[in-house]
């Protein structure tokens, strides 16, 4: 079974930085995956933030946090981590982790998702 773990959300001001961490469980081949973080708003829809291959040659980002925000990943510990500098208040969401089929930022291509970790960013 895919257990994908967030942590790392909480709440900070505006500009201020969060790093989040995912750990995964039960993917077979983890280094085989492309992995990625989307966010949820209240009242919004899912959107992708970010995504990395499965080798980490290649990232890509929502126009929203590019230059903001950095994916990264650690194949050997199942791991991949989101760091958010220069947080903004429209960034507040709930943030989920994500095995991703293809090398998308659309949520439809998700084929495994975490349960979320919350990230309140206050003026």
Same mark, same amino acid.
């Given at each position: 079974q895919v257990q994908l773990a967030e942590s790392g959300?909480?709440?900070?001001?505006v500009g201020g930085a969060l790093r989040l961490s995912c750990a995964a469980a039960g993917v077979t081949d983890y280094s085989t995956n492309y992995m990625g973080w989307f966010r949820q708003a209240p009242g919004q829809e899912r959107?992708?933030? @970010?995504?990395?291959?499965?080798?980490?040659?290649? =990232?890509?980002?929502?126009? !929203?946090?590019?230059?903001?925000?950095?994916?990264?990943?650690?194949?050997?510990?199942?791991?991949v981590y989101l760091q958010m500098n220069s947080l903004k208040p429209e960034d507040t969401a709930t943030y989920y982790c994500a095995a991703v089929g293809y090398f998308s930022l659309?949520? @439809?291509?998700?084929?495994?998702?975490?349960?979320? =970790?919350?990230?309140?960013? !206050?003026?």
């Amino acid at each position: 079974q895919v257990q994908l773990a967030e942590s790392g959300g909480g709440s900070v001001q505006v500009g201020g930085a969060l790093r989040l961490s995912c750990a995964a469980a039960g993917v077979t081949d983890y280094s085989t995956n492309y992995m990625g973080w989307f966010r949820q708003a209240p009242g919004q829809e899912r959107e992708g933030v @970010a995504i990395i291959s499965p080798r980490a040659s290649a =990232t890509n980002y929502a126009n !929203s946090v590019k230059g903001r925000f950095t994916i990264s990943r650690d194949n050997a510990k199942k791991e991949v981590y989101l760091q958010m500098n220069s947080l903004k208040p429209e960034d507040t969401a709930t943030y989920y982790c994500a095995a991703v089929g293809y090398f998308s930022l659309q949520p @439809a291509h998700v084929n495994y998702w975490g349960q979320g =970790t919350q990230v309140t960013v !206050s003026s």
